[in-house]
């Protein structure tokens, strides 16, 4: 089926199954709904003694050309074409004497030698190596946006604990190496220190490391990323409501906040819906 991005307004080709659920788009990387969308269908004109006829479905034009209406030297045109052209050109399937036919991807006026049939026209050499290309790697012009599960972000969170507390070590022991435990004082002073330092490093990594690249290294290994509501990249603020929503709403909530995930479709947690993000597979 055919969508259009309301966001950018480009165009790609889905598999029907996807109608109706959220996919990205390749070009802005927002999300949206799929819906299938009309193509306008194309309709053509012909030149009869100077007078402009039509407009005509192209079943109609192809009628027209079997009754001998239509002949190759017919000078035809329709929106999409770069200029009025003979049948001979313009519909390469139908009448083949013609040295030149017009690609059916970029519809421009091509040479035949090197051209591709595709369907029931003819493609270019740089439409047809982009055919190929795109056939090989499977890819399609909007891809679907697939929500990571409660399972595989609880391991990229130990992931990230385990970082974070081999960091956490090191700055124990910096601190050991340039703080003397002689009094209370120089106890109570390293631990304020320390503390500050882990709560520093704790917030780059969590909220500074997800604003900028969209995911902690945890998230990052297991291929996920933490993005807004259209698909699009959160941001440090965002980043920074979604880590104060963590560590501060969820403790009071009495971990109630991780809960919710469970019942939610898109698996957010309550962080999520505070800072407005997902949590998707890359």
Avoid at 84 to 93: E, K, R
Wanted: aromatic share 10%; net charge positive; charged share 25%.
């Amino acid at each position: 089926m055919q969508v259009a991005c309301p966001h950018c307004q480009s165009k790609g080709k889905l598999a029907d199954k996807y109608e109706g659920r959220k996919v990205r788009c390749s070009s802005c990387s927002r999300a949206f709904v799929a819906r299938a969308v009309a193509e306008k269908p194309l309709q053509w004109f012909f030149a009869e003694n100077r007078d402009k006829k039509g407009p005509f479905a192209e079943d109609e034009i192809r009628k027209k050309v079997s009754a001998g209406e239509i002949n190759a030297d017919t000078l035809v045109w329709h929106r999409l074409l770069p200029k009025w052209l003979p049948a001979g050109v313009a519909l390469p399937d139908i009448v083949s004497d013609a040295d030149e036919a017009v690609c059916a991807s970029c519809y421009q006026v091509k040479r035949r030698a090197g051209m591709m049939v595709h369907g029931e026209s003819l493609v270019c050499e740089e439409c047809k190596l982009a055919l190929l290309q795109k056939k090989r790697s499977g890819s399609e012009d909007v891809s679907e946006m697939n929500f990571a599960g409660l399972g595989v972000r609880f391991f990229a969170k130990v992931l990230d604990l385990l970082i974070m507390t081999v960091i956490a070590v090191t700055v124990e022991m910096l601190s050991r190496h340039f703080f003397s435990f002689h009094t209370n004082a120089d106890l109570d002073t390293a631990f304020t220190v320390t503390l500050l330092v882990n709560m520093v490093i704790g917030l780059f990594y969590i909220a500074g490391l997800t604003g900028r690249f969209g995911a902690t290294p945890g998230k990052m290994i297991l291929g996920m990323k933490v993005v807004d509501c259209d698909g699009g990249d959160i941001g440090y603020w965002r980043a920074f409501l979604r880590y104060a929503g963590e560590f501060v709403v969820v403790p009071i909530t009495l971990m109630v906040g991780y809960i919710v995930a469970l019942f939610d479709g898109n698996r957010r947690t309550l962080y999520d819906r505070i800072a407005g993000t997902l949590v998707v597979k890359t």
